[in-house]
């Protein structure tokens, strides 16, 4: 079982890449950001390499270690569309997770707001 913090650590990381990634659509050359992004998971495990050498719990950098295998059967994708509305589709372990909602644009900041998933069985 993974820990809380571990788990938690890994979707920030996960969504900060993600984030990075939209970035360079900001450019003025190009008129429309709408588009699928998805997670580029080689990136992800880069990070989490780096986070786990900072570990010196050998259990915590232990369970952080198999987060790395985790990671193998993680997919996430973010719609962003014209009309201003958005999509984000998660998968991992057998369980896939969907989320609605908004996108803005200001500058070169994006902003994305969806609401949660409905986690009732």
């Not at 973010?78 to 369980?95: C, E, F, G, P, Q």
Request: glycine share 4%; net charge negative.
């Amino acid at each position: 079982m993974l820990r809380h913090s571990t788990l938690a650590t890994v979707l920030t990381i996960a969504t900060l890449l993600l984030g990075a990634m939209l970035l360079p659509a900001c450019s003025k050359s190009e008129p429309s950001i709408a588009g699928t992004y998805t997670l580029e998971k080689d990136a992800v495990k880069a990070a989490l390499r780096e986070e786990i050498n900072a570990i010196e719990d050998p259990e915590e950098r232990m369970m952080a270690q198999m987060v790395l295998g985790f990671i193998d059967s993680l997919e996430m994708s973010i719609t962003l569309n014209d009309d201003k509305t958005a999509s984000a589709v998660t998968r991992a372990m057998n369980t896939t997770d969907t989320a609605t909602g908004t996108w803005s644009r200001s500058g070169e900041n994006i902003t994305i707001t969806l609401a949660p998933p409905d986690l009732e069985p």
